[in-house]
């Protein structure tokens, strides 16, 4: 019994360190489109040459790409607000 239960304990106590030192460092990861798309890419795994993209990876990416394009539309009505109030007010 003692044969078997200590080689079990170790390989667990080398699995349990190992994925502790797996982790990513987020500091490094890019937040912007591009280097979160790039990350997905990274983190995908390869099967006959095409690349299996997890789905909740997928659609976090998906949302992260609407939240962005939503900021900038709104960003856009606004530019053109200041930019219509400024022609109206140089055409007085």
Do not use: C
Not at 27 to 33: E, G, R, V, W
Not at 45 to 65: E, H
Not at 70 to 83: A, G
Request: glycine residues 2%.
């Amino acid at each position: 019994m003692r044969k078997i239960l200590l080689p079990i304990i170790t390989i667990l106590l080398i699995n349990f360190t190992a994925q502790a030192q797996l982790k990513a460092d987020t500091s490094k990861i890019d937040p912007s489109l591009r280097g979160q798309y790039q990350l997905l890419l990274s983190k995908s795994k390869t099967l006959n040459g095409y690349k299996l993209v997890n789905p909740s990876r997928l659609s976090v990416f998906w949302q992260n790409v609407r939240d962005s394009l939503n900021t900038d539309r709104k960003q856009l009505v606004i530019t053109r607000k200041k930019s219509r109030i400024k022609e109206k007010r140089s055409q007085i």
